[in-house]
């Protein structure tokens, strides 16, 4: 990994900081300061270029990296896939390091698991949020799937739906469907169609965050560079889903308030799943054309209310 190892040789110019001399309690667990002190050093060989010495997201290499690197001192993570927008469990920091995030400069970072074991712990010593004894959210497990091989087909159906419909996820993400199949889509899932839409409806709009930013949400179709950041597997976008973005706009879906609860989640799942894997592709070059080509849209006149007065 020669990217890694020129960002090592730009981190030996650093000098070490006050080392640990205590154990430190972090979200319930006590860390001897043997670990925390390997941790720092190591940090500070493979992640201080980036995220800083004093882990704010300001080292030498950050400067015009968008996203920015994470300021650790903020204690709010993206990726997660915890439940109530809590701190990230360990496996879940080894996951985006491993991983990396895709159309970011965190690349999956190739460090030996005991090291990676030892920065972890030190990067919960970089903000005070990780000394509460709950601050680490319990994880989102996705049930069996209840769709399916056999029925995929029906699930990015119903995920598309409600994707246009009931979750109104195009009101930050791009639209993906006619005025005509939104409309329907609202009239379905709602019991009132939109009539009122976004001026670049196809476009994902661009969001505030708390990490001092603002943040283009992915396109999942049409935008070659701005692609989903971690997983894209079913089970991954199942708990992206019901985690959220945490500080940055993505809600959180609790699956109780979709009127199939669980199997809506996949449905959404198996959707952002068929749109990723059908960048690129000739099918979605014609939709494309054929979104930019559709007819004006009028919706149909709704009928009076019951109760309404003349
Ligand atoms: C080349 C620059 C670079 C290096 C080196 C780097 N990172 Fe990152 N890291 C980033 C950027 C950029 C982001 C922000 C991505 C985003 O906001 O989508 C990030 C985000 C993160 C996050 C936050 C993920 C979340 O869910 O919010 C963690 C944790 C992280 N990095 C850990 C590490 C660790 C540990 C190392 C060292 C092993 C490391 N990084 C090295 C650039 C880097
Ligand atoms: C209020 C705005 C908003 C709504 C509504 C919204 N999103 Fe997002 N979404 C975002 C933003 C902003 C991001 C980018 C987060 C980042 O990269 O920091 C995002 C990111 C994502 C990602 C990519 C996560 C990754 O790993 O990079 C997926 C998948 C996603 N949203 C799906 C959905 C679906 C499906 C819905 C509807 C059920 C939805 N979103 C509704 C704002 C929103």
């Given at each position: 990994m020669r990217r890694l190892f020129i960002l090592v040789a730009l981190s030996t110019a650093c000098r070490?900081?006050?080392?640990?001399?205590?154990?430190?309690?972090?979200?319930?667990?006590?860390?001897?300061a043997e670990t925390l002190n390997r941790g720092r050093h190591e940090y500070m060989q493979y992640c201080r270029a980036c995220h800083g010495d004093h882990g704010d997201g300001k080292g030498p290499a950050a400067p015009g990296?968008?996203?920015?690197?994470?300021?650790?001192?903020?204690?709010?993570?993206?990726?997660?896939?915890?439940?109530?927008?809590?701190?990230?469990?360990?496996?879940?920091?080894?996951?985006i390091v491993r991983n990396g995030l895709h159309g970011t400069a965190m690349l999956g970072w190739d460090v030996p698991d005991?090291?990676?074991?030892?920065?972890?712990?030190?990067?919960?010593?970089?903000?005070?949020?990780?000394?509460?004894?709950?601050?680490?959210?319990?994880?989102?497990v996705p049930p069996p799937d209840p769709w399916g091989d056999v029925r995929q087909s029906e699930a990015v159906a119903r995920g598309r739906l409600l994707y246009h419909g009931f979750a109104q996820c195009l009101g930050c993400h791009a639209a993906y469907a006619s005025k005509q199949e939104i409309y329907d889509a609202g009239k379905a899932t709602l019991g009132t169609g939109t009539t009122d839409f976004r001026d670049a409806m196809y476009l994902p709009e661009i969001k505030d965050s708390e990490y001092g930013v603002k943040i283009l949400p992915p396109d999942f179709l049409f935008n070659e560079l701005r692609s989903v950041?971690?997983?894209?597997?079913?089970?991954?976008?199942?708990?992206?889903l019901v985690a959220g973005v945490t500080g940055?706009?993505?809600?959180?879906?609790n699956p109780v308030t979709l009127p199939n609860k669980e199997a809506d989640i996949y449905a959404l799942a198996y959707y952002v799943r068929a749109l990723?894997?059908?960048?690129?592709?000739?099918?979605?070059?014609?939709?494309?054309?054929?979104?930019a080509a559709q007819a004006g849209f009028t919706p149909p006149p709704e009928p009076p209310a019951a109760d309404a007065k003349p």
């Amino acid at each position: 990994m020669r990217r890694l190892f020129i960002l090592v040789a730009l981190s030996t110019a650093c000098r070490e900081p006050q080392q640990f001399k205590e154990p430190v309690k972090l979200a319930g667990r006590v860390v001897d300061a043997e670990t925390l002190n390997r941790g720092r050093h190591e940090y500070m060989q493979y992640c201080r270029a980036c995220h800083g010495d004093h882990g704010d997201g300001k080292g030498p290499a950050a400067p015009g990296l968008r996203p920015p690197p994470r300021d650790f001192t903020q204690g709010s993570y993206k990726f997660a896939w915890v439940l109530d927008q809590k701190l990230p469990r360990d496996e879940d920091l080894v996951r985006i390091v491993r991983n990396g995030l895709h159309g970011t400069a965190m690349l999956g970072w190739d460090v030996p698991d005991s090291t990676l074991a030892d920065i972890i712990q030190y990067l919960k010593t970089l903000s005070p949020k990780w000394k509460e004894d709950d601050a680490v959210g319990d994880p989102v497990v996705p049930p069996p799937d209840p769709w399916g091989d056999v029925r995929q087909s029906e699930a990015v159906a119903r995920g598309r739906l409600l994707y246009h419909g009931f979750a109104q996820c195009l009101g930050c993400h791009a639209a993906y469907a006619s005025k005509q199949e939104i409309y329907d889509a609202g009239k379905a899932t709602l019991g009132t169609g939109t009539t009122d839409f976004r001026d670049a409806m196809y476009l994902p709009e661009i969001k505030d965050s708390e990490y001092g930013v603002k943040i283009l949400p992915p396109d999942f179709l049409f935008n070659e560079l701005r692609s989903v950041r971690s997983g894209t597997e079913l089970e991954d976008l199942y708990r992206l889903l019901v985690a959220g973005v945490t500080g940055a706009a993505m809600p959180a879906w609790n699956p109780v308030t979709l009127p199939n609860k669980e199997a809506d989640i996949y449905a959404l799942a198996y959707y952002v799943r068929a749109l990723v894997r059908m960048k690129g592709t000739p099918a979605a070059e014609e939709l494309h054309r054929a979104l930019a080509a559709q007819a004006g849209f009028t919706p149909p006149p709704e009928p009076p209310a019951a109760d309404a007065k003349p």
